[in-house]
């Protein structure tokens, strides 16, 4: 069959291609000229120039290089050159020539990438090269902002001795600043592997901080922890880690970020002050037992003499003996938790005997508030008797101070999935939930005119979460403000 006559192609239209492909111009491959033959739209447009302006014209004529460009490797007229000379595509990713702005009258700096294709004649020479361009300005600005930002960063955590770190959890490629090096005490050009720094840190450390740092972040995508290492030289150093975890589409770990911030000082400040209270505390033991012994003798010498004044101030009296008794034991069990020296004594026991105990025992301390509790049978676990009596005792001394003594308060234990939680449940004030989250923290108080009169050094429940911790436990609190708390606890559920 005859081509219809109505669908014949123009005979231009390869020009007309070539005017509407993106940004591409067509030069001779005269080295002296390379004359300008064809021009689409887009790179009249990127250019601001007009095809009736170039056409014909010397491409330098057109696009004059300066004394930079002429020595420049990737400047178009060694890349012309060398494609007539070589008969290669050569391709160049960045190089800059700035345009005439005729609004603002003034050049404007414009970045650029081309790639420089040889087209052969009739003769099989090179009689052409198709030099295709893309605008790159704002790439390569952004990029530059990129790297400034980087800049600034590294500047700024330089500034405050931090060092930062980039693990890929798939590769296990690890990399670090300068600083890291100088932080585990190597200088700061010497080049250390992940393997190398972490047989660095204490092996208690790695394995009950670190490993369960790490799980817990697999959740909550946050890292912390605070660790001892040890340096070349033997000697004792303390670093706070803090970073992220980022996951893919299918919540699978890719890589870690974060800082190291080596904390020896705050440490040797810490420990030096825990020292002191434990020094401090230990002395006062002595005087304050004697100051218990001679009320309590003082009270049976004048209980004949039925005084209602004299029994009541010796009451008082050792009450407020047994309250600084519980105040520097307290501060000496915080110095031996964070001395690593706090003991703890497993055996079995019938726990809910031990919270019917510390019940007798707080009301004969305080009348104020009627506690309830039923136990339920014999419920056994294998834990340190008396440090979670305190864990008990501090619930209910807490909430008998921040609850209405016409309020009840409500002792409950019971067996979940193989655990025993124990909870103490209050009407009291409540407590708001930005403060939750921090009252396990060691010095903690909570912010509230309410309670500003009621005395405590914020360490009870620090010490009962450490406490807690050590027994592989959990605790936490449910509160909502003017409607009461419920603090509760759990063991594993021994089984003999």
Not at 7 to 19: K, R, V
Not at 215 to 237: F, M, N, R
Not at 240 to 245: A, E, L, R, S, V
Not at 407 to 417: A, E, F, M, R, T
Request: net charge neutral; proline share 3%; charged share 25%.
């Amino acid at each position: 069959m005859g081509a219809d006559k109505n669908y014949s192609l123009p005979e231009n239209i390869f020009q007309i291609i070539f005017e509407k492909s993106p940004g591409s111009l067509l030069v001779k491959a005269d080295k002296s000229q390379f004359t300008i033959v064809a021009v689409s739209d887009s790179y009249l447009k990127v250019t601001a120039t007009t095809r009736e302006a170039i056409l014909g014209k010397g491409f330098f004529e057109v696009f004059p290089d300066n004394e930079l460009q002429v020595k420049d490797e990737s400047g178009a007229r060694n890349v012309f050159t060398r494609v007539v000379e070589t008969g290669e595509k050569i391709d160049v990713h960045r190089y800059r020539y700035d345009i005439y702005n005729s609004e603002t009258k003034s050049l404007e700096v414009h970045y650029w990438s081309c790639s420089n294709v040889p087209i052969l004649g009739s003769d099989q020479k090179i009689a052409y090269i198709l030099n295709t361009v893309s605008d790159i300005t704002e790439e390569v600005r952004a990029k530059e902002a990129a790297v400034e930002s980087t800049n600034r960063l590294q500047m700024a955590t330089d500034a405050t001795g931090l060092a930062t770190w980039d693990l890929n959890l798939k590769t296990q490629v690890f990399i670090t600043s300068p600083r890291m090096a100088e932080i585990f005490g190597h200088s700061a050009d010497t080049s250390l592997t992940l393997t190398e720094l972490r047989s660095q840190i204490a092996t208690e450390d790695m394995e009950h901080i670190i490993r369960r740092s790490y799980i817990k972040a697999l959740t909550t995508g946050e890292y912390y922890y605070e660790v001892k290492i040890k340096w070349p030289d033997q000697s004792v150093h303390w670093i706070k880690t803090q970073g992220i975890i980022i996951f893919d589409n299918d919540k699978h770990p890719l890589r870690m970020l974060g800082t190291i911030l080596d904390i020896t000082e705050n440490k040797r400040d810490e420990i030096r002050k825990n020292d002191f209270i434990a020094m401090a505390s230990h002395e006062l033991k002595t005087p304050l037992t004697s100051l218990k012994a001679y009320v309590q003798l003082l009270a049976k010498k004048l209980a004949k003499a039925n005084d209602p004044f004299i029994d009541n101030a010796l009451a008082k009296a050792d009450n407020q003996v047994n309250k600084m008794s519980d105040l520097i034991y307290a501060f000496l069990d915080l110095s031996r938790l964070e001395s690593g020296k706090l003991h703890i004594t497993k055996q079995p026991f019938d726990i809910n005997k031990l919270i019917a105990d510390t019940i007798a025992e707080t009301n004969l301390l305080s009348y104020s508030h009627h506690i309830n509790f039923k136990p339920k049978g014999v419920i056994m676990v294998n834990a340190d008797m008396e440090k979670i009596g305190q864990v008990i005792n501090n619930f209910l001394n807490n909430a008998i101070k921040y609850s209405p003594k016409e309020n009840p308060i409500n002792v409950s234990c019971k067996i979940i999935d193989n655990n025993v939680q124990v909870a103490v449940s209050d009407k009291g004030i409540g407590i708001k939930q930005r403060d939750q989250e921090k009252l396990f923290q060691r010095f903690y108080r909570v912010d509230n005119d309410r309670i500003k009169n009621i005395s405590g050094f914020g360490i009870g429940l620090y010490l009962s979460s450490e406490i807690i911790q050590h027994h592989k436990g959990k605790i936490g609190v449910e509160s909502k403000e003017d409607e009461g708390s419920t603090f509760y606890f759990t063991l594993p559920l021994f089984n003999s």
